[in-house]
């Protein structure tokens, strides 16, 4: 032997692409036996950009700019290129920022009534197979069970009156009971509601809900719930403690 060192290296070697196109970071293998040529070639098909307006620069594994990579004829296994290196590449056509920029192009419009005639339209598809607001007696049976649940609450409603007493069975919730101080609908959901000042602080509110004030009674002892959940009778207020005297 003469004493000579034999450095063993991996043919392919995996970078790390960057450029200027695009602000996604993309990993590719590349052999180190190719011409800088070679691999900008590569690149084109990865990006996008045309290999005589590319700019290619290496950065280490830690991304600090170790050099340019100008040389069309070099080999990439003359650069020093690591595992997990990154190669950015510069687009100086300008050809590709500007068509990326959604801003700079123009708008395509059709008319709504051209549209409408098409079939290759996603209107046209979903008229086709009834989809969502197309599919009439879906549409029409969502309409009458919601007019039905509104009748119901309504109905509920006009059965319950201001200052009666009453019991409240939410799902989920233990039952309370307290006094009715609002019946009507509101603004912070549609329906029908009924306000409630509970015995206990076991409400969320003072009967002030979004800034609007519906009625008045402490804080954490005010509600709203559905009239279906609210029974009215005769719930006398308990003496808390009295009977533990």
Not at 24 to 39: C, K, P
Not at 43 to 69: H, I, N, R
Not at 171 to 200: I, R
């Amino acid at each position: 032997m003469d004493g000579g060192v034999t450095v063993v290296t991996n043919p392919l070697v995996n970078v790390r692409l960057t450029s200027s196109i695009s602000s996604f970071e993309v990993q590719r293998r590349f052999n180190r036996g190719i011409s800088i040529a070679e691999l900008k070639g590569k690149l084109e098909m990865v990006l996008g950009a045309t290999p005589s307006c590319m700019d290619l620069d290496l950065f280490s594994v830690s991304d600090k700019f170790l050099q340019k990579m100008d040389d069309n004829e070099a080999l990439l296994g003359s650069f020093p290129v690591d595992d997990d290196c990154r190669i950015h590449v510069t687009d100086r056509s300008g050809q590709m920022s500007e068509f990326s920029d959604v801003s700079k192009v123009e708008k395509f419009e059709i008319p709504e009534e051209s549209y409408e005639k098409r079939t290759d339209s996603a209107r046209s598809f979903m008229k086709k197979h009834r989809v969502g607001v197309y599919n009439e007696e879906e549409m029409a049976k969502k309409k009458a069970d919601l007019a039905a649940r509104e009748e119901e609450q309504k109905a509920a409603a006009d059965a319950i009156s201001v200052g009666s007493r009453c019991q409240v069975q939410v799902s989920g919730q233990p039952t309370k009971l307290g006094t009715v101080m609002y019946v009507g609908t509101a603004d912070f959901k549609p329906g029908y509601w009924v306000g409630l000042k509970y015995d206990e602080p076991m409400g969320k509110h003072n009967g002030t809900v979004s800034g609007k004030q519906y009625f008045e009674c402490e804080d954490k002892y005010g509600g709203f719930v559905k009239p279906q959940n609210v029974t009215v009778g005769d719930f006398p207020e308990e003496d808390f403690g009295i009977d533990e005297m």
